[in-house]
C-alpha cells in the first residue's frame, strides 16, 4: 500500500558511502520524504512544516555511527520526534475530582460521539468500577438521545430520561442533580453536533460548559480528517477549552495523521482511540504506536 519511510530514506541515505556528520544537504534530501510521508498519513501542513523544521535541527550534524546505516538514523530522529510531539506517555482520563464529576464531549455531527460517549462509560464502569449515568445534550435530533438511551440498554449503563422541551443547559442541570442523588460518580453529557463549525454550535458548548462545569471536555474527531484537523482542533479549544482528544475510526485504513496535528496545534493530548462500532473497541492511545503507523 504504502512504501515505508524507512525504505525511503534507506534508498536516498544509504548510498553515502562517506560517515561522519549528516550534512545540510544530506538532510534536506531526506526531509522530503519526511514531508511526503506525513501529508499521505493526513498531518495538516502548518504541522508538518513545524515537524520537519525539528527534525532538521536534530539531524544536522548528527554523527553517523558506524553498526546503523544513515536512514536507519534518520528514521530514529523522525520516530523520536514524533513520539515527543505525540505526547510520550498514555495519558488516561482525569477522575480526580468531587462526585459527581462531568465528562463532556464535543465534536463534529459523525465523529463518534454518542458512540465514544457508551465506550468510555462502559470502560469507566467495568475497569474503574465508577456509577456512571449517561445524558444526551442533543435536543436537535431527537434520535440522538434515543441512541444513547439504545446505547445504555445494551450496554447496562444508565441513562437520563427522556425529557421533551428542555434545552441542552437544562438538561444537563437535571443530569447534574439526578447524579447527586443517585450516588453516581460520572456523568457524561454527549452534546449536540454540526456537520461543520459554526458559532451557533460554539456558543451551545461554552453555555453547557459554565453551567455543568465538567471535569474533563473530549473532542471527539473521526481519525480520518486530514487538513480540517488543526480547524477543528482549534476552534474548539479556543471556544470551548478542551482537555483531551478522543480519535474514532483508528481501526480504518488511515494512518492517524490528524493525532499529530491536533496535539501540535493545542498541545492537548490524544488521551483514547476508537477501535471499532462495538461498545469495547476503545483503547489507551499510545504515542510510539502512533508514531510508527504513520512513518508506515
Ligand atoms: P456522532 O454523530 O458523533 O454521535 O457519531 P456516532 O457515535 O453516531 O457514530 C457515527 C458512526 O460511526 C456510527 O455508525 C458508529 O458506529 C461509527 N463509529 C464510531 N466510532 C467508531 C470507531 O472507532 N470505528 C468505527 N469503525 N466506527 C465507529
Same mark, same amino acid.
Given at each position: 500500500?504504502?512504501?515505508?519511510?524507512?525504505?525511503?530514506?534507506?534508498?536516498?541515505?544509504?548510498?553515502?558511502?562517506?560517515?561522519?556528520?549528516?550534512?545540510?544537504?544530506? &538532510?534536506?534530501?531526506?526531509?522530503?520524504?519526511?514531508?511526503?510521508?506525513?501529508?499521505?498519513?493526513?498531518?495538516?501542513?502548518?504541522?508538518?512544516?513545524?515537524?520537519?523544521?525539528?527534525?532538521?535541527?536534530?539531524? #544536522?550534524?548528527?554523527?553517523?555511527?558506524?553498526?546503523?546505516?544513515?536512514?536507519?538514523? &534518520?528514521?530514529?530522529?523522525?520516530?523520536?520526534?514524533?513520539?515527543?510531539?505525540?505526547?510520550?506517555?498514555?495519558?488516561?482520563?482525569?477522575?480526580?475530582?468531587?462526585?459527581?464529576?462531568?465528562? *463532556? *464531549?464535543?465534536?463534529?455531527?459523525?465523529?463518534?460521539?454518542?458512540? =465514544?460517549?457508551?465506550?468510555?462509560?462502559?470502560?469507566?464502569?467495568?475497569?474503574?468500577?465508577?456509577?456512571?449515568? *449517561?445524558? =444526551?445534550?442533543?435536543?436537535?435530533?431527537?434520535?440522538?438521545?434515543?441512541?444513547?438511551? &439504545?446505547?445504555?440498554?445494551?450496554?447496562?449503563?444508565?441513562?437520563?430520561?427522556?425529557?421533551?422541551?428542555?434545552?441542552?443547559?437544562? #438538561?444537563?442541570?437535571?443530569?447534574?442533580?439526578?447524579?447527586?442523588?443517585?450516588?453516581?460518580?460520572?456523568?457524561?453529557?454527549?452534546?449536540?453536533?454540526?456537520?461543520?463549525?459554526?458559532?451557533?454550535?460554539?456558543?451551545?458548548?461554552?453555555? #453547557?460548559?459554565?453551567?455543568?462545569?465538567?471535569?474533563?471536555?473530549?473532542?471527539?474527531?473521526?481519525?480520518?480528517?486530514?487538513?480540517?484537523?488543526?480547524?477543528?482542533?482549534?476552534?474548539?479549544?479556543?471556544?470551548?477549552?478542551?482537555?483531551?482528544?478522543?480519535?474514532?475510526?483508528?481501526?480504518?485504513?488511515?494512518?492517524?495523521?490528524?493525532?499529530? =496535528?491536533?496535539?501540535?496545534?493545542?498541545?492537548?493530548?490524544?488521551?483514547?482511540?476508537?477501535?471499532?462500532?462495538?461498545?469495547?473497541?476503545?483503547?489507551?492511545?499510545?504515542?510510539?504506536?502512533?508514531?510508527?503507523?504513520?512513518?508506515?
Amino acid at each position: 500500500m504504502f512504501e515505508s519511510l524507512s525504505d525511503r530514506l534507506g534508498g536516498i541515505l544509504d548510498k553515502l558511502t562517506r560517515r561522519g556528520a549528516l550534512t545540510d544537504a544530506d &538532510v534536506s534530501e531526506a526531509l522530503r520524504e519526511v514531508r511526503r510521508a506525513l501529508i499521505e498519513a493526513d498531518v495538516a501542513l502548518p504541522v508538518v512544516k513545524s515537524f520537519t523544521d525539528k527534525v532538521r535541527q536534530r539531524a #544536522i550534524g548528527h554523527e553517523v555511527v558506524k553498526s546503523v546505516t544513515p536512514g536507519q538514523q &534518520v528514521v530514529k530522529i523522525v520516530h523520536d520526534q514524533l513520539v515527543e510531539m505525540l505526547g510520550s506517555d498514555a495519558e488516561p482520563i482525569d477522575l480526580n475530582a468531587p462526585a459527581p464529576l462531568a465528562i *463532556m *464531549m464535543v465534536g463534529l455531527q459523525g465523529s463518534g460521539k454518542t458512540t =465514544s460517549t457508551a465506550k468510555i462509560a462502559l470502560r469507566l464502569t467495568s475497569q474503574e468500577k465508577r456509577k456512571v449515568l *449517561m445524558a =444526551s445534550l442533543d435536543t436537535r435530533r431527537p434520535a440522538a438521545q434515543e441512541q444513547l438511551k &439504545v446505547l445504555g440498554e445494551q450496554t447496562g449503563i444508565d441513562t437520563l430520561p427522556i425529557v421533551a422541551g428542555q434545552t441542552p443547559v437544562q #438538561i444537563a442541570g437535571r443530569a447534574m442533580t439526578a447524579a447527586r442523588l443517585g450516588g453516581y460518580d460520572v456523568v457524561m453529557l454527549d452534546t449536540a453536533g454540526r456537520t461543520h463549525i459554526d458559532e451557533a454550535l460554539m456558543a451551545e458548548m461554552a453555555e #453547557i460548559k459554565s453551567s455543568a462545569e465538567p471535569h474533563e471536555i473530549l473532542l471527539v474527531a473521526d481519525s480520518l480528517t486530514g487538513q480540517d484537523a488543526v480547524n477543528l482542533a482549534t476552534s474548539f479549544d479556543e471556544r470551548v477549552g478542551i482537555t483531551g482528544i478522543v480519535l474514532t475510526r483508528m481501526d480504518g485504513d488511515g494512518r492517524g495523521g490528524a493525532a499529530l =496535528s491536533m496535539r501540535a496545534v493545542t498541545g492537548k493530548p490524544v488521551k483514547l482511540i476508537g477501535t471499532g462500532e462495538k461498545s469495547d473497541a476503545l483503547e489507551d492511545f499510545h504515542p510510539s504506536r502512533i508514531a510508527d503507523r504513520i512513518l508506515g
